[in-house]
Antibody, heavy 117, light 107 residues
Framework: EVQLVESGGGLVQPGGSLRLSCAATGFTFSGYWMHWVRQAPGKGPVWISRTNNDGSSTDYADSVKGRFTISRDNAKNTLYLQMNSLRAEDTAVYYC??????????WGQGTLVTVSS | SSDLTQDPAVSVALGQTVRITCQGDSLRNYYADWHQQKPGQAPILVIYGKTNRPSGIPDRFSGSSSGNTASLTITGAQAEDEADYYCKSRDRSGNLVFGGGTKLTVL
């Protein structure tokens, strides 16, 4: 069974840091590009970052560039997102997704990040 | 542009057919996936690679594409199909692009 399990979210003050993890099972993790997507309350999903199969190529949305770092450990089938200098507008549920989408037809439950003082 | 545009809301009578559309330049080169999200739940994939349905998705869901427009059609809409629907594609860099979502109401 394909599963994506995001973790590491929580309540953090503005300017703080968090490290999110995404544990993937049921598909060949190293064969897929992986993405982080976030969904703010009442809004649609927004792409924020991606990494290629081996982590040698990454990209970021302008809104998080310079503050967030994506990485992966193919030996552990795990994707990470290091988030620094967090802002109130980073408050959202964070999801990891493989591409092509067919690798995981159900999203994980996501991990909620709340940035507030 | 990498933006995908969807109508914010669409309604359909129970048992009738509804089409939800998604427009964007990236759709001229890349297929759209469609994701369904019900309140309080994570999204699920209902159409991928323009026309394919994952296992377990009813065959009343179908996808199509022409030019810069992708469409999700529900033939014989059911009450349980009431949800938000998001199209997703990619840009030249391999980054994902989402539409703003369409809220489907089944009357």
């Amino acid at each position: 069974e394909v599963q994506l399990v995001e973790s590491g979210g929580g309540l953090v003050q503005p300017g703080g840091s968090l490290r999110l993890s995404c544990a993937a099972t049921g598909f060949t993790f190293s064969g897929y590009w992986m993405h982080w997507v976030r969904q703010a309350p009442g809004k649609g999903p927004v792409w924020i970052s991606r990494t290629n199969n081996d982590g040698s190529s990454t990209d970021y949305a302008d809104s998080v560039k310079g503050r967030f770092t994506i990485s992966r450990d193919n030996a552990k089938n795990t994707l990470y997102l290091q988030m620094n200098s967090l802002r109130a507008e980073d408050t959202a549920v964070y999801y990891c997704l493989p591409e092509p989408a067919v690798a995981a037809t159900t999203w994980g439950q996501g991990t909620l990040v709340t940035v507030s003082s | 542009s990498s933006d995908l545009t969807q109508d914010p809301a669409v309604s359909v009578a129970l048992g009738q057919t509804v089409r939800i559309t998604c427009q964007g330049d990236s759709l001229r080169n890349y297929y759209a996936d469609w994701h369904q999200q019900k309140p309080g739940q994570a999204p699920i994939l209902v159409i991928y690679g323009k026309t394919n349905r994952p296992s377990g998705i009813p065959d009343r869901f179908s996808g199509s594409s022409s030019g810069n427009t992708a469409s999700l059609t529900i033939t014989g809409a059911q009450a349980e199909d009431e949800a938000d629907y998001y199209c997703k594609s990619r840009d030249r860099s391999g980054n994902l692009v989402f539409g703003g979502g369409t809220k489907l109401t089944v009357l």
